[in-house]
């Protein structure tokens, strides 16, 4: 084939998506930079009616007491959050290819709740598990006469936190634990039985071998867990739904919302769509710092199998 | 083939060792069961049945069902879901083949810096680009447009959808195109002809995928189509959600929380290896 036509193939073929790329992602991005730097009164203001500021939205942000709240839920979320889901997806993944049987089923049983839209997942732990009349919880507790569990307060403003995060990690649990599974399948069976040979036991096996050899894993779902929590809105707005938004469970994501686009019942509206924007490129340098901090510490050893 | 084989007999001692991690697994998945399993019960009784713990006792409630769906509106939201979710995996996966075949097949200047770029876009927060986006979309008047929600679930999925892509096009033998390109076949026949029949497995699986996730989608629908007329199911529970609290219609809520999770519920049922085949391809960045 000759080298015209073939860049001229070239180029049909990638241009739509680049294009895509283009309007969705760079253009947005650097418009939202941009944004930061200014007063915006309103969103659909043209560029000659903002106003320059300077760096003056991001100290006003850091001087309100409610944002900073917000970065230490965030905080919260990832590392408490991060550490449950972690434990818990590991020792199912370690689980599921320990040899059991029916392990395909028991995988697609367990990333279920991934597959249920947020909305839907979180009104059932809301309003069944966590109801204090007909819950899941209630129940069963009940039954095992531990009347003190059975009388907690899930959705009462002091207990939210706690209980969206155990509703929102048992979705996350699923989805971490395939990633973990395909990992832990791409070390070589070998290497499990000649540390066997030699004696050594499983829980051995598991920090000595299994642990070492899922770093590249560990930074890939670090890196996942960090865009996913720094995203964080639907479960704070499905929690604090009926209520003005508890800032027990507010995010930086959640507070950008509720200032920028406002609600009913929200009592802190801005109106400033700069200040949004602040917010925005705020997380987006957190995602910045944390990512390049994955990448130093987690070194790349090029392990080839 | 199995079956020709003898059946090998249980290793107790093997099945003993990995007791504890059975009874965990069989706990957690029957804690979900009865996630799902209640729901789906009291969406089938009356609020009365569900308040004094005596569900389905005047047997199945299927009216819930209709008053949601007339009532509640849920049935427009289903069927915008269905026009969304189908319309936009066409619309990507329509974008994103060629492009990652491209990518995949051929050096040329830019590639590797297309690639990277795309890579670079799975890690940008949603937050990062809907203030831009919703500036235009209020001053071009396409706020609350069925086609407005097709174009960016489209446009944010292309990335996604050629990232997993070019993972796939990679594992295909170039044998059959070689062939081609000797007996003279252009090269975007040769794509059509040979390369999309080839790449059928990989087309199907991240269809299903980006179908399941577009149908679930929240945040952009909120911001983009929260008007009556045009939001999809996802947002249109969060909305019915409030009132049915207040006005103590339990087993309509519970029965709107099915209609939303059931279609994925099915297709999960029966594609579930498809569905964790899109996470593990595409979710690992390496």
């Not at chain 1, 029916?102 to 059932?124: C, E, T």
């Not at chain 1, 890939?220 to 209520?243: A, E, P, V």
């Not at chain 2, 007999?9 to 990995?18: F, G, P, T």
């Not at chain 2, 949601?68 to 969304?84: A, D, E, H, L, R």
């Amino acid at each position: 084939m000759n080298s015209k036509s073939k860049k001229i193939m070239i180029a049909c073929f990638t241009l739509p998506a680049t294009l895509c790329f283009l309007i969705v992602f760079a253009y947005p991005v650097l418009r939202t930079i941009l944004m930061s730097f200014y007063n915006i009164d309103n969103i659909v203001s043209r560029m000659s009616e903002w106003q320059f500021v300077g760096l003056g939205i991001f100290t006003e942000l850091l001087n309100t007491s409610l944002f900073r709240q917000t970065w230490v839920t965030f905080l919260k979320i990832w590392l408490f959050g991060g550490i449950a889901v972690t434990l818990i997806a590991l020792t199912m993944a370690v689980i599921l290819t320990s040899g059991i049987r029916g392990k395909a089923f028991f995988r697609a049983a367990i990333y279920l709740p991934n597959i249920i839209s947020a909305v839907a997942l979180a009104n059932m732990w809301i309003h069944y598990a966590f109801n204090v009349r007909w819950g899941l919880f209630h129940s069963l507790f009940s039954f095992l006469g531990w009347d003190k569990m059975a009388e907690f307060q899930w959705t009462a403003p002091d207990n939210l936190f706690l209980s969206m995060m155990i509703a929102f990690c048992f979705g996350a649990v699923g989805y971490y634990m395939l990633i973990y599974i395909s990992g832990i399948e791409k070390i070589p069976a070998d290497i499990y039985e000649a540390a066997r040979i030699d004696g050594a036991s499983i829980i051995y096996s598991f920090f000595h071998i299994t642990l070492p050899l899922l770093k590249g894993v560990f930074r890939t779902t670090m890196t996942i867990w960090t865009t996913s929590t720094l995203g964080f809105y639907i479960w704070s707005q499905m929690f604090s739904s009926n209520r003005d938004p508890s800032a027990q469970i507010m995010t930086p994501t959640y507070y950008m919302m509720r200032s920028t686009f406002g609600d009913m019942t929200s009592t802190f509206t801005a109106n400033n769509a700069g200040l949004g924007a602040a917010i925005c490129v705020m997380i987006m340098i957190v995602a910045v710092i944390v990512f390049t901090a994955i990448n130093r510490i987690i070194k790349d050893d090029d392990i080839t199998f | 083939m199995k079956k020709n084989k003898t059946v090998p007999s249980v290793n107790w001692r093997k099945e003993a060792r990995l007791l504890p991690g059975y009874i965990i697994i069989t706990l957690w998945v029957t804690f979900t069961a009865f996630l799902i399993g209640w729901i789906i019960v009291a969406s089938l009784s009356t609020t009365k049945e569900i308040f004094s713990n005596q569900m389905l006792a005047s047997g199945l409630h299927f009216e819930n069902y209709s008053y949601v769906w007339v009532k509640g509106n849920m049935g427009k939201y289903f069927f915008n879901s269905v026009i969304y979710a189908t319309c936009s995996v066409a619309g990507t996966v329509i974008l994103s083949a060629p492009c990652a075949y491209a990518l995949s097949r051929f050096k040329f200047f830019g590639n590797r810096t297309l690639t990277n770029l795309f890579v670079l876009a799975l890690s940008v927060p949603q937050i990062m680009v809907v203030l831009p986006l919703y500036t235009i979309a209020v001053s071009l008047n396409l706020l609350n447009h069925r086609g407005t929600l097709i174009f960016l679930y489209i446009c944010l999925n292309v990335p996604f959808c050629t990232f997993f892509l070019i993972n796939f096009f990679s594992t295909l033998s170039r044998t059959f195109e070689e062939a081609a390109a000797i007996d003279g076949c252009s090269p975007i026949k040769t794509f059509i002809k040979i390369m999309f029949p080839l790449a059928q497995p990989g087309l199907i699986t991240v269809s299903i995928f980006l179908f399941v996730n577009i149908w679930n989608e929240f945040f952009i629908a909120m911001i983009f189509a929260s008007d009556n007329e045009t939001r999809p199911l996802a947002y249109g529970l969060y909305s019915m959600i409030q009132a049915m609290t207040t006005t103590g219609k339990w087993a309509e809520l519970f029965a709107s929380v099915v209609v939303v999770f059931l279609p994925t519920l099915i297709l999960y049922i029966f594609l579930s290896e498809k569905i964790i085949a899109g996470v593990t391809g595409g979710g690992i960045k390496e």
